[in-house]
């Protein structure tokens, strides 16, 4: 595979989905030793929103959902 190809056996065709519900945007993301992902944004409207934080492991190939967003302050 060449750099910057999408790696098709990762997710569904090379792409995952976080669903956080609301808007949300990704700040910053991190590969772990273990070749996790890690990101990091923000959920919810600019200014009033809440941080979000996810983690997909390279060893999961199952749909995955990530947990309820934290309740309003």
């Known amino acids: 595979m060449a750099a910057g190809d999408l790696d098709v056996s990762f997710g569904?065709?090379?792409?995952?989905?976080?669903?956080?519900?609301?808007?949300?945007?990704?700040?910053?993301?991190?590969?772990?030793?273990?070749?996790?992902?890690?990101?990091?944004?923000?959920?919810?409207?600019p200014g009033t929103g809440d941080w979000a934080l996810a983690r997909r492991g390279s060893c999961q190939t199952e749909a995955w959902t990530p947990p309820s967003a934290p309740a309003a302050r």
Not at 21 to 45: E, K
């Open 12 to 45: 569904t065709a090379g792409k995952a989905v976080v669903d956080f519900g609301q808007t949300s945007i990704v700040n910053a993301m991190a590969v772990q030793s273990d070749q996790s992902l890690v990101l990091a944004g923000r959920v919810g409207n």
